[in-house]
């Protein structure tokens, strides 16, 4: 899916520039806009890429933490991301607690394969 997404936008991008540059232009400006749209035509679908990626991952992560707190009936306020694992964030008695785990992806995926919740 992700590899699908990247060529999608690299796809997209190749038409906007095919489009801008089949209008005439000066030489002066045709250089500028080949250089602003060949670093534009790189680095845009990998922004927006990683904006995709947050997102979908951060609701996968919302959706485990949804899932264990409707299980242990507690009421889930958030999950946080950090370098080497994530915190869900839940109220209990009106306390604010967090638990840590660990959620494995299939590959290529926002698709939650396996999930280790870790001790403190």
């Known amino acids: 899916m992700a590899p699908l997404i990247i060529a999608a936008l690299y796809w997209l991008m190749f038409l906007l520039i095919k489009l801008v ?17 060949g670093i534009g035509a790189l680095v845009v679908p990998i922004l927006i890429y ?25 009421e889930f306020k958030t999950v946080e991301m950090h370098k080497n694992h994530f915190a869900l964030i839940y109220h209990q008695d009106n306390k604010k607690m967090r638990k840590k785990f660990r959620a494995r992806f299939i590959p290529t ?9 870790l001790e403190k």
Do not use: P, Y
């Open 21 to 37: 540059t089949s209008f005439e232009f000066s030489n002066e400006v045709r250089l500028i806009i080949n250089i602003v749209g």
């Open 50 to 74: 990683s904006i995709i990626d947050f997102k979908l991952t951060q609701r996968a992560l919302n959706q485990v933490g949804r899932d264990w707190c409707e299980k242990h009936s507690l």
């Open 109 to 117: 995926t926002w698709f939650v394969k396996s999930v280790e919740w």
